[in-house]
């Protein structure tokens, strides 16, 4: 493979904390750009002391969490409340592709790190900014995290639910590593443009934007002119034949049919269910729900399905050309064939003697590379390189760091 990577060239001043922004930084550097991630003295990034509540270590060399979204960035530490702190900022700023945050706006205007302040003085820079709910309306100053923004705002943390039941509870960072994804893609198309015209432009996402996108065939088959009902009864799927089922052995299975008209007649010898082969009321999904026969099926392909382990049913769907997978436990993905055989994981060496395999972006070029994982160190570990790069001499930086400008 070709050893150029796609986004050398393009230089990205994050100032972003915990996952989301930070994560479209972390591909953004994995694939060539040189991202300067600016903290603050002290701390830092709130991040890096979340692994304890994960069972993973925090040390300045040694923190899992905080690498899987800071990878392959230069981090330093500025003091944004001092005038050669913000200085230094701006300096940065001066030929920067990209000034990637998630500070709430109100708080960047009052910085002088509006919009509209760095337009006139970059017109060419992509200023992208990650909220909680947006930057209009009467809530876009509440701070919004994965938990409250993208689950319990757009519905899916309780009605993707059974009724009663306690609601989903995702992974950590879920929802923010699905907006990243878009805010990556409206970065992208934002440099892009500027080849074309020369400007720059204000690019936005946030995550009950996007958890509303992500739920969106249900945000809309949930309004009255449609009336579907959630969260549903464990028996009341959207199509009883894509659905999960517990196995003999107590794993989860789902099969996916093709094309019901044809894979129905394999299901109704599969589950020991005629009626689905002979019965009118079977002919489509949308006759089995007008007839009120969708609980009927679940329950009877329910009852099939725990009297064969889910090896039995794998082999049995293989077969018959039937989609399935098994649900997974992330306690066994880290020894995936395919995700090894596709460079999903990647091995990384911590301290201690131990090797923690990692996964990357899921993105892969046949012309350009990705540069490997690379693990952060302390906070402001970059500060001296990267300010030397823009011309502050050694006694510079040390009066600066005397007078807690920088770290």
């Known amino acids: 493979m070709n050893q150029e990577l796609p986004l050398s060239g393009i230089k990205v001043v994050e100032l972003a904390t915990v996952v989301a922004a930070p994560t479209a930084g972390r591909v953004m550097a994995d694939f060539g750009a040189e991202v300067i991630k600016v903290e603050m003295p002290g701390s830092g990034d709130l991040l890096r002391a979340m692994g304890d509540a994960h069972q993973l270590p925090v040390e300045p060399d040694n923190n899992p969490l905080f690498d899987l979204f800071n990878a392959g960035k230069k981090v330093v530490a ?41 337009k006139e003085r970059y017109p060419r820079l992509i200023y992208a900014h990650f909220s909680g709910y947006g930057n209009r309306g ?31 509870r995702p992974t950590f960072g879920f929802g923010d590593i699905a907006t990243s994804g878009y805010f990556l893609d409206g970065i992208l198309m934002a440099l892009l443009a500027r080849e074309r015209s020369g400007k720059g432009t204000l690019i936005e996402t946030s995550l009950f934007g ?12 949930c309004q009255p ?10 028996y009341d799927p959207w199509d009883p034949l894509s659905d999960f089922y ?28 005629p009626e689905m082969a002979e019965e009118g009321d079977f002919r489509s999904l949308d006759a089995m729900r007008r007839a009120g026969k969708i609980p009927e099926c679940s329950r009877r392909i329910a009852e099939a399905m725990e009297k064969k382990s889910s090896k039995e049913w794998a082999k049995l769907f293989s077969e018959n050309d039937i989609p399935y997978e098994r649900g997974a436990h992330f306690c066994e993905l880290y020894r995936d064939e395919q995700a090894w055989a596709n460079e999903f994981l990647e091995n990384v060496a911590y301290p201690g003697d131990v090797t923690t395999a990692v996964p990357v972006p899921p993105i892969r070029f046949s012309a350009y590379a990705r540069r490997s994982f690379h693990q952060q160190t302390r906070v402001g570990a970059d500060t ?13 930086l040390r009066t600066m760091r005397e007078e807690g400008a920088i770290l």
């Open 78 to 118: 500025i003091n944004l409340k001092s005038p050669d702190g913000m200085a230094v900022l701006l300096r940065l700023l001066e030929d920067a592709d990209v000034f990637l945050t998630n500070t709430r706006m109100r708080s960047l205007v009052k910085m002088g790190l509006g919009y509209d302040a760095l």
């Open 225 to 234: 002119q449609y009336g579907r009902q959630l969260p549903a009864d464990r």
């Open 384 to 396: 001296d390189e990267i300010l030397g790069g823009l011309g502050y001499s050694e006694e510079q």
């Open 246 to 273: 517990r196995c003999s052995d107590g794993e989860w299975l789902a099969p996916v049919k093709k094309v019901y008209a044809k894979d129905r007649f394999i299901f109704a010898r599969l589950f020991d269910f």
């Open 210 to 221: 996007s958890g509303l996108w992500h739920n969106a065939p249900y945000v809309v088959n």
């Open 138 to 168: 009467p809530e876009s100053e509440r701070p919004g995290f994965d938990t409250t923004a993208f689950w319990l705002r757009s519905g899916a943390a309780v009605d993707w639910s059974l009724p009663g039941a306690f609601p989903v």
